[in-house]
Every structure is written in C-alpha cells, then in structure tokens.
C-alpha cells in the first residue's frame, strides 16, 4: 500500500524531489502521490517537514 500525504501538506515540494520514481505530484490543492507508482520506500517521509506523509 502507497503512502499518503494527508491536509497538513504546505505544496513545498520536498517530498517530489526526493521521490525515486516519480511518483509525487502537484494537485490541486496540494501533492499527491500516485499509488501504482509508490515503492513504499519512505524517502518522501523523511524529507517532508511538516511530516504530512504517513506509512501504507
């Protein structure tokens, strides 16, 4: 199961930028991130610094 990034999210872009695959992107209201892409590897968590991104 993909991680999640919940209403705490301030759009900074941290968690794209660290994401190896891609799998983060800008919506509409703030970043998400695309399930079938997500390898579950936490790097989007560790960078995000409102930690905004929780664990599958």
């Known amino acids: ?6 209403d705490g999210c301030v759009s900074c872009g941290a ?5 190896p695959v891609g799998a983060i992107s800008e919506g509409d209201s703030q970043f998400v991130i695309d399930a079938d892409a997500c390898i579950e590897c936490g790097a989007c ?8 991104i929780s664990e599958p």
């Open 1 to 6: 199961m993909a991680y999640k990034i919940n």
């Open 45 to 52: 968590a560790s960078a995000c610094p409102t930690e905004s």
């Open 15 to 19: 968690c794209a930028a660290e994401c």
